[in-house]
C-alpha cells in the first residue's frame, strides 16, 4: 500500500501542544493595494509563524479574551470530552481572518492536552498530503485544516470515511487489479477553518459536530486584549492608548497586536517610555491608519463609490476593475469591517455607501487619509 508520510514534520512545542507547520498562503490572494497594509487582517507570511511560538497567543481558555459564546461551547464540549476520554467532535470555525481560528484550535489542543498538527487545504494537494496527516495522528489528536473551503475533491472524499468512522478507504492498484483497502486511524478531532463558511460542500459541513462563527471583538475586549500584549512586551501602556489602538484595528487581535508593535517601535525610536494616546496617533497616522482603523485603500474604495457612482449601487467587479483589486480579497478583506462599520451595504443591485461612510469620509477622524 503507498502511504507516503505527511509533508510536514511535527515538533514538540516549549511547552505546548506540538504542531506540524505548513505554509500558509492567506485565505484570499492578499495581492492588490491592501496587500501591505497594517489593517490587511490576513497573516502577512513575516508574522505569527504557527510554527514558532507566538508569545501574544492566549495558550488556555482562561486566557482567551472575549469570544464568549464560543468559549461557553467549546470548554463545555472539552469538558465532556474529558470525562468520556473520547476525540473532541470535529469543529468548524468561520469568519473573517485575524479573529483567532488558528489560536482557538490550538487552545482546543491545549485544553485537551493533546498536540496540534497544523495545515492549510492548498497545501494538501495531492491525496498523500492528507493521508500522510492522518495515518500519524495519535488518539485524540487535532488535526488543524486551514483554508478548508479550498480542499479539492479528492481530499475531500478522502475526510469523508476519516471524519465519519476514523477509516481510511484506499484505492491500491491500477485498472482491472485495483482494490479498495480500509486502514483504521485513531479517533482524532478535524478543526477546519474557513472565511467562507458558504463555500464548503454541504457533505463536508455536515461531518462537523460543531459549527461556531468567531465575531468581530467590541471595544472593550480588544481593550483588554492590547493591554495583556502590552503587559508581554514589556511596554508602558496608559489605558487611553490601549483605547485608541483598539478603536483602530477592525475588531480584529492580530491587527491590534500588529498596530501594537508598530507603536512600539515609533515609542522606542523616539525614547518614549510611556505610550500615551498621541503617540499611538503620531504611529498610527505614519501608517495612514485612521481614527476608525480605516487605511488608504478602505478610503479609495468609499470614495471611488461616492465619486464615480455616486455612492452605488454598484456591483463588486466594477469596483474591484476601479481599484485594481482582486474581487475575492475585495470582499473577503476589504469589506467585512467596512459592512461591520455600517459605512457599507450589500444590496442585491450591487454595494452602497452609508450616510455613516459618507460621514468618515467628510469627517476628522479621516484626516489620516
Ligand atoms: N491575542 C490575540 N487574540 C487574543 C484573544 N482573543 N485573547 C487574548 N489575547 C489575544
Do not use: W
Amino acid at each position: 500500500m503507498a502511504i507516503i508520510s505527511s509533508g510536514g514534520t511535527a515538533a514538540p512545542g516549549p511547552a505546548g501542544p506540538r504542531r506540524t507547520a505548513s505554509p500558509r498562503p492567506g485565505s484570499v490572494d492578499p495581492g492588490g493595494v491592501c496587500a501591505g497594509s497594517l489593517v490587511n487582517p490576513v497573516a502577512r507570511p513575516d508574522e505569527e509563524p504557527v510554527h514558532r511560538e507566538d508569545g501574544l497567543r492566549p495558550r488556555r481558555l482562561a486566557d482567551y479574551i472575549g469570544q464568549s459564546e464560543l468559549k461557553q461551547v467549546l470548554r463545555i464540549a472539552v469538558e465532556a470530552t474529558r470525562s468520556r476520554e473520547e476525540a473532541l467532535d470535529h469543529v468548524l470555525l468561520y469568519g473573517p481572518p485575524g479573529l483567532g481560528k488558528t489560536t482557538m484550535a490550538l487552545v482546543l489542543a491545549e485544553e485537551l492536552g493533546v498536540r496540534c498538527r497544523i495545515t492549510s487545504a492548498p497545501a494538501l494537494e495531492r491525496p498523500r498530503d492528507i493521508v500522510g496527516l492522518l495515518v500519524n495522528l495519535q488518539p485524540r489528536e487535532v488535526l488543524f485544516i486551514d483554508e478548508i473551503h479550498r480542499l479539492n475533491r479528492v481530499a475531500e472524499e478522502i475526510l469523508y470515511p476519516a471524519m465519519e468512522d476514523f477509516r481510511l478507504d484506499l484505492t491500491v492498484g491500477k485498472g482491472t487489479t485495483a482494490r479498495t483497502r480500509s486502514l483504521a486511524l485513531a479517533p482524532f478531532t478535524l478543526v477546519g477553518a474557513t472565511t467562507r463558511a458558504g463555500s464548503l460542500s454541504s457533505p463536508l459541513r455536515d461531518r462537523f459536530g460543531l459549527i461556531q462563527r468567531l465575531e468581530f471583538y467590541g471595544q472593550g475586549d480588544l481593550e483588554a486584549i492590547v493591554q495583556r500584549a502590552a503587559g508581554l512586551l514589556h511596554l508602558a501602556l496608559q489605558p487611553c492608548a490601549a483605547a485608541e489602538v483598539a478603536r483602530r484595528c477592525r475588531g480584529t487581535p492580530r491587527i491590534a497586536n500588529r498596530l501594537l508593535r508598530r507603536v512600539r517601535d515609533v515609542a522606542a525610536v523616539g525614547g518614549h517610555g510611556r505610550i500615551d494616546a498621541a503617540l499611538v496617533d503620531e504611529a498610527l497616522a505614519l501608517h495612514r491608519v485612521d481614527g476608525r482603523g480605516l487605511d488608504a485603500s478602505d478610503r479609495r474604495l468609499l470614495s471611488l463609490m461616492v465619486e464615480a457612482y455616486g455612492g452605488g449601487p454598484v456591483g463588486l467587479e466594477t469596483l474591484a476593475a476601479g481599484l485594481g483589486e482582486d474581487p475575492a480579497t475585495l470582499e473577503a478583506v476589504v469589506e467585512p469591517f467596512l459592512l461591520q462599520l455600517g459605512f457599507l451595504q450589500r444590496t442585491p443591485r450591487g454595494r452602497i455607501v452609508t450616510p455613516a461612510g459618507r460621514a468618515h469620509l467628510d469627517g476628522p477622524a479621516a484626516v489620516a487619509a
